[in-house]
């Protein structure tokens, strides 16, 4: 015997019930009102029990039909409201999306993006973290993250990087500083050795300076390390000195009041990506949140020293 119980029986069962007709569950059902008599029949051999008694003028249900009907309505009931939270994921009109990035990359456009995609959907949630570069690819690996938007750190082979944008590095410090006179762009051979404050290793800016930077004696005599742009802000504004920035971090919000100033001879540039874990697929509210990104990042006016990327991701074309 068959004792397959599908939600095609709970339903048919749920109908009848309701109507105490099988002609007019059957017509509810938009089914013959033979199948929907053997599709009860069906349900009633599965489960051994009788569910209905029929008589010349309605469909009673059994006394075991009675207990059971509350449980049915009540499977039938969170089914349809799991599909129906499923559906609106996928339209966007709820879902959580889990995100780090770059303070400097919120500040310019993250912000902004997120902005714009609640306007059209209202009942998406957001988790935004800034956290260093180390930590930012361990989190998509693990999982933590729906995708990133920072520099590559480690470069994990479980994860995909493909670029945003580019950004030169230069010097920000205070304009009363002499490395604040004049126009245009410093020489690395013209910074002092004196006065540097370094980022940490752990951070993006800080790998970067060190594995692509050129063998400028000032990394080897900081006096100071910070690990995020609001500490460098704090420290650069009550005492001084400099520090090296891609062109996007020196123009987050507090910086307007610090000078920067492009770095040549030579010229070093950091690569800022969107960092998903690879074999993954994005929900689909993290898709449309990162075209509306990608739109924010092409209509703006980004600052000098920042070049986006010419072509989108293939996945969100």
């Known amino acids: 015997m068959n004792r397959t119980v599908t939600l095609r029986h709970l339903r048919c069962f749920a109908e009848v019930a309701d109507s105490g007709s099988f002609t007019t569950a059957a017509t509810r059902l938009f089914v013959t009102q033979s199948a929907l008599t053997a599709t009860i029949q069906q349900f009633e051999e599965a489960v051994g029990l009788k569910l209905f008694d029929r008589n010349t003028r309605r469909v009673v249900m059994t006394p075991e039909a009675v207990r059971f009907k509350a449980e049915a309505d009540k499977i039938l009931r969170e089914f349809d409201a799991a599909i129906s939270d499923l559906e609106a994921i996928a339209q966007s009109q709820k879902g959580h999306v889990r995100i780090a990035a770059a303070a400097s990359a919120i500040y310019q456009f993250l912000v902004q993006a997120i902005v714009s995609f609640r306007e059209q959907y209202p009942a998406v949630s957001f988790t935004l973290r800034d956290a260093g570069a180390q930590q930012v690819e361990q989190l998509v690996v693990d999982g933590e993250l729906d995708f990133a938007i920072a520099s590559r750190y480690k ?142 990042i092409h209509a703006q006016t980004l600052p000098a020293g920042v070049v986006a990327a010419p072509a989108a991701p293939a996945s969100l074309a």
């Open 155 to 296: 470069g994990f082979d479980e994860l995909d990087y493909v670029p945003l944008l580019t950004d030169t590095f230069g010097v920000v410090c205070r304009p009363d500083s002499a490395l604040a006179q004049g126009n245009g762009p410093l020489k690395w051979a013209e910074l002092p050795a004196e006065g540097y404050v370094a980022f940490t290793q752990d951070t993006g800016i800080g790998t970067v300076l060190r594995t692509e930077g050129p063998a400028w004696p000032g990394f080897d005599n900081c006096q100071f390390e910070i690990s995020s742009s609001t500490s460098l802000l704090a420290v650069l504004t009550e005492g001084g000195g400099f520090s090296i920035v891609p062109a996007l971090a020196g123009k987050v919000a507090g910086f307007e009041t610090l000078t920067f100033r492009e770095l040549e001879a030579p010229v070093l540039k950091r690569e800022v990506c969107l960092i998903t874990r690879r074999l993954r697929s994005l929900s689909p509210t993290a898709q449309r949140l990162l075209r509306v990104l990608l739109e924010t």
